[in-house]
């Protein structure tokens, strides 16, 4: 299982790259892996501040629809546009071209409470 050792994760299975003030988020290669054949990416919160833990969007794949969680409070600032195109990208790279949003961090406090690469690999029995 691909679980960078660089990234941030959170209990809702979404990955989190901090540079600066901006985070970056995507869902995990468990995530996509346990949803199946991602078929729509639906982020209607673009340059909204929401709070952590607030839906930001949904992923609908060919079985289920699941809501996005935002890991940290934030101004949705970028959508993968790309997405809306070939949804398959968050199944096929979901550390890379299948990142989801961009989030300009409102409370840097809250990235303590993200989960390490490790905890993370406990938390799904990695």
């Known amino acids: 299982m691909n679980i960078p050792a660089n990234l941030k994760y959170t ?3 979404e990955w ?3 540079e600066g003030d ?11 892996k346990e949803l199946g054949d991602i078929v729509y990416v639906e982020v209607e919160t673009l340059d909204q ?3 952590k833990d607030e839906v930001f969007g949904t992923v609908e794949a060919v079985k289920t629809v699941s809501d996005l969680f935002l890991p ?3 101004e949705i600032i970028d959508f993968n546009d790309a997405l809306e195109s070939k949804p398959e990208s968050v ?3 979901p550390y890379g071209d299948g990142w989801m949003i961009k989030i300009k961090i409102s409370n840097a406090d809250e990235i303590d409470s993200l989960l390490s690469s490790d905890s993370y690999k406990e938390l799904i029995g990695a």
């Open 11 to 13: 209990k809702d299975h």
């Open 16 to 18: 989190v790259s901090i």
């Open 22 to 32: 901006v985070a970056t988020v995507g869902i995990t290669h468990f995530a996509q």
């Open 49 to 51: 501040s929401l709070d």
């Open 72 to 74: 940290l409070s934030g």
């Open 91 to 93: 199944n096929t790279d």
